[in-house]
């Protein structure tokens, strides 16, 4: 938890310092088109990657035949159209090393172990389990089909149409 905590506070104040750096060479205009390019780019790759990422995900949860690897794979193309969005330098170098190949399957090769795919209705991501849980083989995961679970008005809330057995 410390470590995405640290990246969270700490990318800022390198992207500031990145802003200053390549401002210092380049010049504020420049740095300034640089940053409104990379936008624009990664506004495009994720209308344009984001949609066919979309549309084999479709075709394959149709085909029953979806695997963890194409997912996480089409999920690290989104996220890297995002980081391009993002306005920064680190993060863009991050998003478009996202859509370089290689690089994907080198972090598929990272996240594997704490994927769960069961079938295209079933995708799940584990983080490191107690020691506990390993050793008991017990899971804290509750896995309901759409028959077990029925979800019901709360008659309580105050955004609630139905409240003492009528209609609002």
């Known amino acids: 938890m410390r470590i ?4 969270l506070l700490l990318l800022p104040l390198a992207e500031i310092a990145t802003f200053v750096f390549v401002g210092k060479y380049i010049g504020v205009l420049a740095t ?3 940053i409104i390019l990379s936008g ?5 790759l994720l209308r344009i990657q984001g949609a066919g990422v ?3 995900l479709q075709t394959e949860s149709r085909n029953e035949k979806g695997s963890a690897r194409e997912i996480t ?3 690290m193309i989104v996220v890297g159209a995002f980081l391009l969005l993002i306005p920064g330098f680190l993060t863009d170098i991050l998003g478009i090393l996202l859509f370089i190949p290689f690089v994907r399957e080198f972090v598929w090769s990272l996240v594997r172990p ?11 991501y584990r983080t490191n389990t107690s020691s506990t849980e390993r050793d008991t083989g017990r899971s804290t995961v509750i896995d309901l089909d759409t028959e077990d ?5 709360n008659r309580q809330s105050p955004w609630s149409s139905v409240r ?3 209609e609002d």
């Open 4 to 7: 995405p905590l640290a990246i």
């Open 32 to 34: 300034l088109a640089l």
């Open 40 to 44: 624009v780019v990664g506004l495009l």
């Open 54 to 56: 979309l549309r084999r």
């Open 73 to 75: 794979r089409g999920a």
């Open 114 to 124: 704490h994927v769960t795919f069961a079938g295209a209705s079933h995708f799940s």
């Open 149 to 153: 679970y029925q979800r019901e008005p």
């Open 164 to 166: 003492d057995g009528r």
